[in-house]
């Protein structure tokens, strides 16, 4: 059930310290701990990798709170399994719902607006699209229930044309 709760927007092509293999990422980190910034990017410039500053800064906000999340999501997910250990009956679904719960009390109690909300419109895009389905599911019904009307009318050898046509937009609502 490795499902991400919130799925991490996609690195782009030019972040080079983003797209580093997770190692080196850590090592990068473990590196500018005990250095500055500008030694970090003077170190990272010897071993082949171009960077400044601020890109070095922007990837520690952005590794930091990549491992904040990871971190979140790895204490729901232990969660989530202990729950299905203890009842088995539980469905995707309601772990899911479960996960989101506990990942929306985790950012509350730490007051972390910014992950809340993202975790809400996540809820929202979900809600969203299973009325769309519904939404798809009963045009489809209403399809297939007016095609077998059309169907017995087109059939029925004992009405006229013309009681055939205003079965017809009847059938498909047209008003004549």
Do not use: C
Not at 5 to 17: F, G, N, Q, W
Not at 73 to 97: C, G
Not at 106 to 115: L, N, R, S
Request: proline content about 2%; overall charge positive.
């Amino acid at each position: 059930m490795r499902s991400p709760i919130i799925t991490p927007k996609k690195v782009r092509s030019d972040a080079v310290l983003k797209r580093l293999p997770q190692d080196k990422q850590d090592s990068i980190m473990e590196y500018w701990r005990t250095h500055t910034a500008k030694q970090t990017v003077q170190w990272l410039k010897e071993g082949g990798i171009t960077s400044s500053i601020r890109a070095l800064s922007l990837f520690r906000a952005w590794y930091l709170t990549r491992k904040k999340y990871d971190e979140r999501e790895t204490r729901i997910l232990d969660r989530l399994r202990l729950y299905k250990e203890r009842d088995p009956s539980l469905t995707n679904e309601v772990l899911t719902d479960m996960g989101e719960y506990l990942f929306n009390e985790i950012a509350i109690d730490q007051e972390d607006v910014k992950t809340w909300s993202v975790a809400q419109q996540v809820q929202l895009k979900r809600e969203s699209q299973t009325l769309d389905r519904k939404k798809l599911a009963l045009e489809l019904r209403k399809y297939k229930s007016q095609t077998a009307k059309a169907t017995d009318v087109v059939k029925d050898n004992d009405l006229t044309f013309e009681e055939k046509e205003a079965a017809m937009k009847q059938i498909l609502g047209i008003k004549s």
